[in-house]
């Protein structure tokens, strides 16, 4: 998966599943579905061979932190990712969530995945999910039933474990998915997950908070951060209507939740190197934390406003070294890595003589800051291609947009990759952006006619998603553009014969992406039907025809277009870094241009 200016982040969520390994979103592949078999196939082993294969797997860890043993009577904690070993313990924030249960004497933590755990605690006090990619929730509702645990969080009782999720897909709307957890962390994990780890510990300590499950949530639901769905009641305009309102069960249960902004200075590195990851051997350090460039459909800006940086000297530096004392292979991630105010700097460290031996990947860089010198320090540190996103071969797509990069710079980019000996250049867009007219997909193709020309010796790929909606952006009032699969095929049929390798993602799949990442709780009941059927639209269709009269059709979520005065959105009580107001403002500057 990509992230920003390669991260349209409709596609790219945030950096923590970028580092995932596995997208939080996209086409899905014939790739997917074999790995789902895989997953369905691992499911089946027994908790013996899943224990022993985990074994194995922590033989090959390497740990850049101390675990620190648990004392007695510590908190159990099952800690989960819904895929396997190789995915999950690729994910940074795995990774973390998991590095921080381990260095605290008052939390036992074991480890979860769909092909591998560790020996499992008889009564675990909390279970808790790493949620980076959508369809991963008929995953997360298998383990549930694996462990004995019922899937509806209503159905649970005292003697269940408590189970929260966390994670980009929680974070941006976890409204779909939220009859199955009782608690839900929105935000950066830093500070969020010791308050709530904290709380939980006190209240325990207390019996329970006063005793029921019931009232340990409530008192949870008082830590800012921490999203209780089951304490907030949801009322429609009848079952197929839009929602009317959205409001707490109890007095003391905050009308809304303000999603957690971490504002550290160190931003996050791996804890673990592992042969058996899905990067091989790689170490991960965060550079930058959200992008300010602020597209207006982009996740991986507006949901982990605002822009932070981590200082070279103190930070960047010494996680940087503590990892190349156990690998060789060094991934700098965050959503648009080269506009840290020291990147060069940063660069001319690690392409010292003494560390040519580093192998480097870069998550993403912006269009306009590849120079040739960019282009040739990655090269000899064996980078053979860049991702960069332009979005539309359109000024005045990218003008509505707001993304601030003139065709002028594109064809730099390209002309500087090929001259800094890169071997190929992946450009992403997107086409049915609001606004978006067939003239703009024409210039779009007339600029790949010109890049093909600058740069006759480079790979050239244009991968293309269409538009999705995405909660806490300018842009998550309108829906998927019913012109996108026709203008898919018309880029597919133009760029051929230019010699541009077309990479589109599925129509349908954004259908569903859209569905998720609009969708409010009366999915959950669906979620559950396409469990059954398989993850494919057509699955999601058959679920809506099933459920017809029970919650509105499937276009509502999709491609319907809401109006920001009157639209009670799903996730209306869950507060991100802007107000409303002001993502009302981008959108009008946006529609200026239309
Ligand atoms: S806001 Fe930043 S990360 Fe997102 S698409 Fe724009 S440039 Fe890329």
Known sequence: MRTSCGATAQRCAVVVAAAGGKRSGGKRSSGAREKQQQQKQAQKQTPRSKTSHMSECKADEILCFDPVPAARGALQVLYAYPNDYSVGITSLGFQLVWAFFETRADVAVHRYFTDAHDPLPASPDLLGFSFAWELDYANILSMLEQLGIPILAAERGDQHPLVFGGGPVLTANPEPYADFFDVVLLGDGEELLAAFTERLLELKQQGGGGGSRQELLLALAAVPGVYVPQLYRVEYEGPTGPITSITPTHTGVPLAVQKQTYRGNTLASSTVVSKRMAWENIYMTEVVRSCPEMCRFCLASYLTLPFRTAPLEGSLIPSLERGLAVTDRVG????????????????????????????????????????????????????????????????????????????????ACVGNAQDGGLEGLKLYGMVGVPGEEEQDVDATIDMMQQLRKTAPKLRLTLGCSTFVPKAHTPFQWYGVSPQGASRLQRLDKALGKLGVEFRPESYKWSLVQALLSRGDRRLSGLLLLVREYGDSLGSFRRAFKEMEGELPPMDYYTSATYQPDTTVLPWGHLHGPLPQATLVKHLQEAQQHM
């Open 332 to 411: 700098l991630l965050g959503a648009s890595v080269t506009q840290h105010p020291e990147f060069p700097e940063l660069l001319t460290w690690l392409t010292q003589p003494q560390r040519s031996h580093v192998r480097l990947s870069i998550a993403s860089v912006r269009t306009n800051t590849v120079t040739p010198q960019l282009a040739a320090a990655l090269s000899s540190r064996g980078t053979r291609s860049l991702t960069v996103a332009v979005e539309s071969g359109s000024q005045r797509v990218r003008d509505i947009v707001n993304k601030k990069l003139s065709t002028e710079e594109i064809v």
